[in-house]
């Protein structure tokens, strides 16, 4: 039997900041996966999971700088591809890596990476991604232990093994995640990437040269103590998924377990931050 999720179609104008932080907000309360089009967002939960008195009360709507309508409908999963083949477009990072559809042509760059994303979170198109990927462009991965944490489609734990990374492994909480993950590691010839589902309890024990971890603010936080004990001396830590207000508390959190601050790039107020041991 499919799962039934909802659509909710939101007319946002400014488009921008007010889309960003909406992303944000939603993924707090269990939203899966957005679509940014010309008018706003579109954004998917599961049914079964949705209580919708809770959504008035985001900060986003109390702005009187942003005007935000919205409807929304039930869909059936399978809905989801065409849903994607409609908003999906190719993407360029840092001129050497082309992430893209299996319905878009293939160009020649170094890196051709091909998503199905799915439900998943993690194409390229936003900020945080994007960043992400280019910080793995300008580091050196080459035999390098690498845990993709949170890792949605799988596309920074694909490119790290494009970049010649040893062992690999690529985490998500999501089931669908989890799936779409195995699903785009083989389509990519990535297929000894370790996939698995679960959360930070799967890493006791475990060490690294490199984490990536783009998820948010709260379970970065939550989660930052773990990585930490996990990382090789010498190690490198990539952190996304947070605002530049959020950069101070995020270091401050990181230098408290010895984890120095490096550099961030940053997107549309977007951070994508490298600490090392």
Partial sequence: MSLVYLEYDFKITPLQPATDILIA???????ESFV?????????????????????????????????????????????????????????????????????????????????????????????????????????????????????????????????????????IDEWCFLNTQENVERNDCGDIKVFQGDSGLLKGKKFDIILANINRNILLEDIPVYANCLKKGGTLFLSGFYLDDLDTISSKCGAYGLEFVKNLEKNNWIAAKYVN
């Fill in 25 to 31: 907000e939603l993924g707090e309360l269990g939203f």
């Fill in 36 to 172: 940014e089009n010309e008018t706003g967002l579109l954004a998917y939960i599961l049914k079964s999971e949705w209580k919708e008195d809770v959504l008035e009360d985001l900060f986003v709507f109390q702005n009187p700088n942003f005007e935000i309508s919205w409807t929304s409908k039930a869909i059936e999963q399978q809905n989801w591809n065409a849903e994607w083949e409609r908003n999906f477009h190719p993407i360029l990072v840092g001129e050497k890596c082309m992430v893209r559809a299996p319905f878009h042509k293939a160009v020649d760059v170094d890196y051709d990476i091909v998503i199905e994303p799915k439900m998943s979170f993690g194409t390229g198109h936003h900020e945080t991604t994007h960043m992400m990927l280019q910080h793995i462009l300008d580091n050196d991965f080459e035999g390098k232990s690498v845990l993709d944490m949170g890792c949605g489609t799988g596309v920074l734990a694909i490119l790290a093994k494009k970049r010649g990374s040893g062992y690999t492994e690529a985490i998500d």
